[in-house]
Structures are given as C-alpha cells and as structure tokens.
C-alpha cells in the first residue's frame, strides 16, 4: 500500500498519540501498535509549547526521553497490559556517529534501487546493511541484565517476530525477512517483579 | 508513587529549546507533500489554504499536518474520491492530425 493511500485512510490505520495513552489505560490496544513521535516543535491545540521528540539533530534530545517515558508508563501502568507486552524501541538512523563495526553483508530481498533514486549515482541492492542503531527490548519477561551480543538484529526481524509470535510464520514474505533473527527468545524469561523495574517520573 | 520502589526522574527540557521557527528538514518535507496528496481525497472547502511548497518552519508545517489529519480523521467512514483527471480529448472522427503533430514537434 502506497503511503498515499495511508494517509488517506488514516482514520482507519493511524489514531492519536492521547488515543493510544487512553487504550493503555482501558488495555484497548491493538495486538500491534507502531508509535512515531513528534517530529517539529510547535504549538500545541491548547496553547501549550510542545516540543520534536523524534531526536533528530537539532531536536533536544531530553524530549525524546519524555515521550519514551510517557510510553512506558502508558504500558506499565496497567498491569494487564505489562504482562503481555513487548515494548521495542529502535532507531533507523545512528546519528552520523563513528562505528567501528563493518556494516555486514545480508540477504537480498530481489529489489534493487536505481541510479537516480540512490542519490549516489550507483544502484543499491539493499545486500548490505547500515551501522548499527540502538534497539531496546522491554519486557517484564526479558531476563534482568540481558545484554545481546554476537547476533545480527535488523529491522526485519521486527516483521520477522510478529510473523512467527502472531501466525506461526505462515506467511508470504522475503528471504531476507524469513531468514532474520527474532526477538521471542529474550521473551522467555520468568516474569520479573515490580522491585527490580523502574518507574518514570516524567517533568511538567 | 508507593507502587513502584525504583523510580527514574525525566527532566523536561529547558524552555528556550522550543524553536517552531526552525526550517523544516527533508523528512518533514515529504511528509508534507505525501499529505498534500491525500489531501486531494478531501472536499476542496477542506483543503487547508497554504501552498504546501511555501512551508518553511516546523511550526507552519505542523499547522498544515494538524488540519490535514483532522480533516481526514472527520471524514472516517465517509466516501472519499480524489478528484477525477481531465480525460484527454479524443480526436474527432476524421481529423487525422494529431495537435502534437500539427505543431510539428517530435
């Protein structure tokens, strides 16, 4: 679906950010949600000054923190919804920071862009993938201290878990999406307790 | 909060961080243009009346994301049709040049 045709039919596929605060609340949230934040500074209905969240430079990235936060809360905050769900922050950018780490190579999924769509000059088969991005899994059953290390996560392994969590994998997709990591064996631990995981007090 | 032991302040940014005079990034500008596309799905006395190519700041931008998705948010449920396209006139029966080639363009 093209992203026209998206935003055409946004009543249908996209709500507010206080309509997804007000589903946590009443655990109305659909099996999927897909959360972007804000990405100007503006003002806001009421009058009030509200700032980008998306901590894209030159954004203040604090803003960012907040609307993670408010996130987290939302989920946490009732206790049938933090049991049963998964909150995977993740980023498509790095920041134009140094890695030190080679971007890898990876599986094709047949499409390639061309000259003049790169920006380069050079057609671009997708069959390597950028440097690394931070990503956050948060889960009451995500062991305490995980830290993953030695395994490619890309952001085909979003689609990839959903698939295989939601409809076994039985699914029409891509090798390199079939073919990636998923996140549901960092699900698999015993459901922590409230002491060890924290709240956030989120500034007015 | 008695429920929860382990609590972690967020400060909220200082005041003078609001900048809605900042000029609008790439990805901003797309987003724009993809919903002044969808906007023609709408009834033109819903179109928000500026030029979306004359947006430069974050705050005007935002002003034409608002009621853009307002708009689209109001007409849920309802049939929206874009526009239709002028249909190319067809030839009459018996002329046989086309205006292209009276012109003598290639």
Known sequence: ?204 | MAKHSYVVKVPRPHAKRFEPHRPITDLVRNQLLHLSLAQRHLPREHHHPTDVYSIKTEGEASEFIRHVTAKLHSMKGKDSKPPKKNKPRKSKPGKKASRTKRKGKS
């Open chain 1, 1 to 204: 679906m093209e992203i026209v045709n998206l935003l055409q039919h946004q009543p249908e596929v996209f709500g507010s950010f206080s309509q997804f605060i007000a589903d946590c609340k009443v655990g109305k949230l659909p099996d999927y949600s897909f959360i972007e934040p804000a990405y100007n500074d503006h003002t806001g209905p009421g009058g009030g000054e509200i700032l980008a969240s998306d901590q894209h430079p030159t954004h203040d990235v604090y803003e960012g923190e907040r609307f993670i936060s408010m996130v987290y809360n939302a989920i946490r905050g009732n206790d049938a919804l933090w049991s049963t769900t998964a909150l995977l922050i993740v980023y498509d950018e790095h920041g134009g920071l140094y890695d030190h780490v080679v971007p890898p190579a990876c599986k094709t999924d047949g499409f390639t862009a061309q000259p003049a769509d790169t920006g380069t000059g050079m057609p671009f088969a997708f069959d390597r993938l950028g440097v690394r991005v931070p990503a956050v899994l948060i889960s009451p059953f995500v062991r305490k201290g995980t830290v993953v290390d030695g395994r490619i996560f890309e952001h085909a392994c979003i689609p990839n878990t959903i698939t295989q969590f939601f409809l076994n994998g039985d699914a029409k997709r891509t090798d390199r999406e079939a073919k990636s990591e998923t996140f549901l064996d960092l699900l698999s631990g015993a459901m922590r307790t409230d002491d060890d995981i924290p709240w956030f007090e989120i500034g007015d």
